[in-house]
């Protein structure tokens, strides 16, 4: 049996998607079969992000009604034929489906890949609780902002209540400058705050929207990005491996940089 | 970086005219968390206060101007922390 993952964050717009689809391909770099299910009924992004939205024909809710088999639903990418997504329906909304029935797909793909990957909406409601049911862990993405960590605090309670323990949190949006000059949470900071245990940060990047913008997510790349390689070890991390984190603080340890932070103390 | 900048850079840390807002965002943070994690209303918190300082005042004269009390959180832990500074305890309990 796989992985069953909900990655989830409470607060909209924090990166879930965008961690879904990386993180779903950097598995399969490092030799995983991937599932990736789009939780959100209503407004699916997750096949925009894999660049795959003109190749989706079913989705979960004509297998779930019989109207065609899991394996027809699946979209396989042809980049990468290990991940595969099962889109959410566009044109319905989040009760189209219950927790049950979406425990009873996830399970399915359970079954067949290494990973099944949910891709939450935000908010607590329904879509929510749609997506949470089938997972046995979680990761809960955050940006380091008031209203992202306090909504993120919000899930952990939820989550718990609901059995999930194992939750690991991803820092996304970093910009280590505005850290440096006292105006942004760290990683740390965040972390303390919420404490559970991190699984990686992100770097807030242009490349980032780059990505999306072209439908490829980062992890695609021959040659990764700095926030391409941060996905990549998150990956590793959910694989057991021990990876140092990244040091974003690298371009700042100059000379004058360490000056300047050795006074700002 | 030019030279100038960091001088100035510099001398602002010595005179700071303002800190970071990041001390700012986690003091609120930390409070706001610790009453959403303990899921009590301002009533009810202000109805405990009043209740504690009934029993308190019977049994000591304390100073109510320096009296503190709030939530904070460790960890994933929520305390009720209450400072209560006595003045004078009572010879006889009321």
């Known amino acids: 049996m796989g992985r069953i993952v909900v990655i989830t964050s409470g607060k909209g717009g924090v990166g879930k998607t965008t961690t879904t689809a990386n993180l779903g391909m950097a598995l399969t770099r490092l030799g995983r079969t991937v599932a990736l299910m789009d939780a959100d009924f209503g407004l699916r992004n997750l096949d925009l992000l894999l660049g795959l939205e003109n190749r989706v024909v079913y989705t979960a809710l004509e297998v779930l009604a019989g109207d065609c088999r899991l394996e027809q639903a699946l979209v396989r990418d042809k980049r990468q034929p290990s991940l595969a997504l099962l889109p959410a329906a566009q044109n319905r909304n989040k009760d189209a489906i219950t927790p049950e029935q979406m425990k009873q797909l996830a399970d399915l793909l359970a079954e067949k890949f290494d990973y099944v990957l949910i891709d939450c909406p935000a908010g607590i409601e329904s879509g929510f609780k749609n997506a949470i049911a089938p997972a046995q862990e979680a990761l809960l993405v955050t940006t380091p902002e008031i209203a992202a960590v306090r909504d993120a605090d919000r899930v952990v309670g939820l989550l718990e209540a609901h059995g999930i323990r194992k939750i690991a949190l991803i820092v996304n949006r970093i910009r280590p400058q505005m850290v440096q000059a006292n105006n942004m949470m760290s990683v740390s900071d965040v972390q303390e705050i919420l404490a559970i245990p991190l699984a990686g940060l992100v770097p807030d990047d242009e490349r980032v929207i780059i990505s999306t913008n072209r439908g490829e997510p980062l992890v695609l790349e021959a040659n990764l990005s700095l926030p391409g390689i941060a996905f990549h070890n998150i990956a590793r991390r959910l694989e057991g491996e021990k990876v140092p984190l990244l040091d974003l603080d690298a371009p700042y340890n100059t000379l004058m940089g360490r000056l300047r932070r050795f006074f700002s103390r | ?94």
Do not use: C
């Open chain 2, 1 to 94: 970086m030019s030279v100038l900048t960091v001088i100035q850079e510099f001398l602002e840390r010595l005179f700071p005219r303002s800190g970071g807002s990041r001390q700012d965002v986690k003091r609120r943070l930390q409070l706001v968390l610790a009453h959403d994690r303990a899921d009590l209303t301002p009533e009810m918190l202000e109805k405990m206060r009043q209740e504690i300082v009934e029993v308190i005042s019977r049994y000591v004269e304390f100073d109510a101007e320096g009296m503190e009390f709030s939530l904070e959180m460790d960890e994933r832990v929520t305390a009720l922390i209450a400072n209560v500074p006595i003045r004078r305890v009572r010879n006889e309990v009321l």
